[in-house]
């Protein structure tokens, strides 16, 4: 099935704090001018305060979890999503149930830099005692994302790059 250019969904995945909701926020910002139907959902948000509150981080409510945003995303022209999204088979799980529309954008900090921002958030993302099955446990590289955004650039590079290459995409050209 086709889309129409202006059809997208922005996956925004790293390890915990690495910048994926700042860099989301100010790209929904960017968006919404033109977009009014753009949308974001923020894996973190959700699991407080939203459709994602009854999973955990289990494998199967990884899973679950990754159904419930992709879904929650197709339901609009224009999607954001953050999650970290740890493992291959992870990020393929999104791809199958995205398809075309998919544009996985990889968010990456150093280890230092991350812990050091998790510390300021009100509630830690990383954990003193991580489970066996936390998603920054189980983490790789992604092998060919989209676009790789490091964020120990100042702020503004990385939003400049995500909302070009987002501008791209809506309109059809081709991004590589």
């Given at each position: 099935m ?7 969904v922005?996956w ?12 989301a ?6 968006l ?100 066996p ?44």
């Amino acid at each position: 099935m086709t889309h129409p250019p202006a059809s997208a969904v922005f996956w925004l995945m790293g390890l915990p704090a690495s910048g994926k909701t700042t860099l989301a926020r100010r790209l929904l910002a960017h968006l919404q001018p033109e977009h009014r139907d753009c949308v974001l959902y923020d894996a973190d948000e959700q699991r407080a305060i939203g459709f994602l509150r009854d999973l955990g981080w289990s494998p199967e409510d990884r899973i679950a979890t990754i159904e419930a945003l992709a879904h929650a995303a197709l339901r609009h022209p224009i999607g954001i999503v953050t999650l970290v999204t740890s493992t291959p088979a992870e990020r393929r799980l999104a791809a199958d149930l995205l398809g075309e529309r998919l544009h996985l954008i990889h968010v990456r900090a150093p280890e230092q830099l991350r812990h050091a921002r998790d510390a300021l958030r009100p509630s830690p993302a990383y954990r003193a005692n991580p489970a066996p099955d936390a998603p920054e446990l189980s983490w790789t590289d992604p092998e060919h994302p989209v676009l790789t955004l490091d964020t120990t650039a100042p702020l503004g590079v990385s939003e400049k790059a995500i909302c070009s290459f987002a501008d791209n995409v809506l309109r059809g050209r081709a991004v590589s």
